[in-house]
């Protein structure tokens, strides 16, 4: 069948049939945030281990999903799409009206600006600080690079601080799309090895995450510590199958 055309309404099912697929890593930073909002929609998906160890970006049926070869990527019935935050969008979008997709435009501005901020300002620092310790070999660590790469997440994040202040979650009072980019990120900066300011309101935001069901499961999951760790961890997810 050709993608790009859309699913009829639903639940992303047909006939008892799991439509929804995603394409990716478990341990992918940018995979992560998919897999977790599909979670919070409560769809029925399944995950096509995809990239690094798992391969398959370079067959046929990829490329048709994504001619960049990139994850994440998702298959909704005949539908394609691929780029993180266009994925969560569209889910929410689609699956989540009203509830994680705001209906007033306003706050659909206000939650698409924090998705944007989150991959132009947050995520950078914190998944360059992410390399430089989890994904490096404790003895070929640069303490400089990685407290240079912690200070400008921090500077980063001191604006998400001043944003909350008087505010549950990221869009107001309620949890919404605007939290999955940065509620991710928010997850590898607080579990490195690195020097942290105070963050009050970026921590309670942080607990809050931490008591969703979704966030436990798909977000907090154990890294490692180095990229032995790292590797032994993806190669297990291999056994997970539907998540």
């Known amino acids: ?14 006939a008892g049939v799991v439509m929804l697929e995603i394409w990716g890593r478990p341990y992918s930073s940018n995979v992560i945030p998919v897999i977790w909002t599909a979670a919070e ?17 370079d067959t046929d049926t990829f490329a048709k999903i994504n001619p960049n070869r990139l994850i994440p990527a998702i298959r909704d019935g005949r539908f394609a799409l691929w780029e993180s935050r266009a994925i969560i969008r569209y889910l929410c979008h689609r699956y989540g009206a ?5 209906t007033d435009p306003l706050a659909s ?28 070999e404790p003895d070929k660590r640069d303490a400089a690079i990685i407290k240079k790469h ?18 549950h979650y990221v869009g107001g009072d309620e949890f919404t799309m605007a939290d ?19 963050l009050p309101n970026v921590e309670a935001w942080y607990h ?8 436990q499961k798909h977000v907090m999951r154990f890294f490692g510590t180095n990229p032995e760790e790292w590797r032994a961890l993806e190669v297990a997810s ?5 998540l």
């Not at 009203?98 to 705001?102: D, R, Y």
């Not at 914190?126 to 430089?132: C, D, P, R, S």
């Not at 912690?150 to 909350?164: G, M, N, V």
Request: hydrophobic letters at 40%.
């Open 41 to 57: 929609l409560e769809l029925d998906f399944t995950l096509q281990l995809a990239g690094g160890s798992f391969g398959k970006l």
């Open 98 to 102: 009203g509830t994680l997709c705001p």
């Open 238 to 242: 291999a056994s997970e199958g539907i």
């Open 1 to 14: 069948s050709e993608p790009n055309q859309l699913p009829r309404k639903g639940h992303a099912r047909k």
């Open 208 to 215: 809050r995450l931490g008591q969703r069901s979704a966030y």
């Open 180 to 198: 999955i980019p940065l509620g991710a990120v928010a997850y590898r900066y607080f579990n490195v090895e690195a020097m942290r300011p105070s």
């Open 150 to 167: 912690a200070d400008d997440a921090a500077r980063a994040l001191s604006i998400l601080e001043t944003h909350l202040e008087g505010r």
């Open 109 to 136: 501005a206000i939650a698409d600006q924090w998705m944007e901020w989150c991959s132009t300002i947050a995520f950078p620092p914190v998944i360059q600080l992410f390399f430089a310790t989890v994904r490096t």
